[in-house]
């Protein structure tokens, strides 16, 4: 999905059986249900506002020594390995990147766009929105520590992987292209990623682990790299991407211990 009202307009047609007046037009009910209108401009303006402003993942690091000590060296080693290039760190937000706004310019077309309505900004960073909150540096610049480059990459051995797709949805429907497959997918963001099983591109891993090991492609020389590792190290490893959750509600602050108390002094997450 290109934008938070486009994810919004599909789903509540594609899981909810409620159609948008915008994407389907005033006083139709094309799923013949004997409800017309059923969402209108501001029901779905208010579910993508609601998204927008949800507080950011964090990171919990237990007060256990053993445990903290693991997740710094996990975290050298993800990065050693090659891990972090293309798992980003963070991402810089452009001018005015802590400013959310509808309708947004990256709506696509089927979506309500720009002047088609009064527009609504929101400070993403206000401190009236529930914590935790992104904010801006001295510079006016907004780090997002969402952990990936947002590109596509190969990440199959070829269209015989078993982690390869069989379709390419990129491609138009029925073409040979289509039924070729697809062996590139975006980079997963790790934000939040111990929240949200289960886990790789089509959600066939089960654990942190397997999904490492079912790297290829592009990413075959950090697989080998992270096997290579001394155990202890994989095990590592494993405990940094452990520790990168969705944090509990009413939680204040990105970096916390397993109480959700704040965490002071730590550069975690840069």
Aim: proline share 10%; glycine share 8%.
């Amino acid at each position: 999905m290109v934008s938070l009202r486009q994810f919004s307009n599909n789903a509540f047609n594609h899981h909810h059986g409620m159609q948008s007046a915008e994407r389907f037009g005033s006083g139709k009910d094309p799923d013949g249900d004997g409800f017309a209108d059923e969402l209108t401009r501001a029901d779905i303006t208010a579910v993508t506002i609601f998204q927008a402003t949800l507080p950011v993942p964090g990171q919990v690091i237990p007060r256990d020594r053993e445990i903290e000590a693991a997740i710094a060296l996990g975290e050298d080693r993800f990065t050693e390995i090659g891990c972090s290039d293309c798992h980003l760190p963070s991402l810089s937000l452009g001018p005015h990147g802590d400013q959310y706004s509808e309708p947004n310019p990256y709506n696509p077309p089927g979506n309500l766009q720009p002047g088609d309505a009064p527009e609504l900004v929101v400070d993403l960073a206000s401190r009236s929105l529930p914590l935790p909150r992104l904010r801006p540096d001295r510079r006016g610049v907004v780090d997002v520590p969402a952990y990936t480059d947002l590109k596509l990459h190969q990440m199959c051995d070829g269209p015989e992987d078993a982690n390869a797709e069989p379709l390419d949805m990129q491609q138009a429907a029925g073409s040979a292209g289509f039924f070729a497959g697809n062996c590139r997918f975006l980079t997963r963001k790790l934000w939040g990623v111990a929240s949200e099983p289960p886990y790789f591109h089509h959600g066939k891993c089960t654990t942190l682990r397997e999904a490492v090991l079912a790297h290829a492609g592009e990413a075959t020389m950090s697989r080998q790299a992270f096997a290579g590792l001394p155990a202890a190290d994989r095990d590592a490893v494993i405990e940094f991407l452990k520790s990168l959750q969705i944090l509990p509600p009413g939680t204040r602050s990105l970096v916390v211990d397993e109480h959700g108390r704040p965490r002071p002094g730590l550069p975690r997450p840069r």
